[in-house]
């Protein structure tokens, strides 16, 4: 598949976010775990992708079986809502 730089970029950075599934990934770009890691491989510097490789193998957030969660996110009970990409003022 071929993708544009916009589209890499948002792949490299839902792979970077520990919360992100792989399976997120491959619904959007439909992209599996082993594509992912191959664009990380030739689109990042060997050290970053190092980093990045020890950080997430073995991760329970980045796979959606192994996830104690069904859906959604953690959200704090003192963070605000969120409107239209501005964080609401106190």
């Known amino acids: 598949m071929s993708f544009n730089t916009v589209e890499l970029d948002r792949i490299i950075e839902m792979a970077w976010e520990d919360r ?3 399976e997120a990934i491959e ?3 439909n992209l599996k775990e082993q ?4 664009i990380m491989r030739t689109h990042m510097k060997p050290k970053s992708f190092r ?3 020890a950080r997430v193998q073995g991760r329970k957030t ?3 079986k192994l996830r104690s969660f069904e ?3 953690f959200k704090c ?3 605000r809502q969120i409107t239209h990409n501005k ?3 106190r």
């Open 20 to 22: 992100t599934t792989f």
């Open 27 to 29: 619904h959007q770009f």
């Open 35 to 38: 594509e992912v890691i191959k």
């Open 51 to 53: 980093l990045w490789r």
């Open 62 to 64: 980045k796979h959606q």
């Open 71 to 73: 859906s959604g996110r």
């Open 77 to 79: 009970t003192r963070q």
């Open 87 to 89: 964080i609401s003022k």
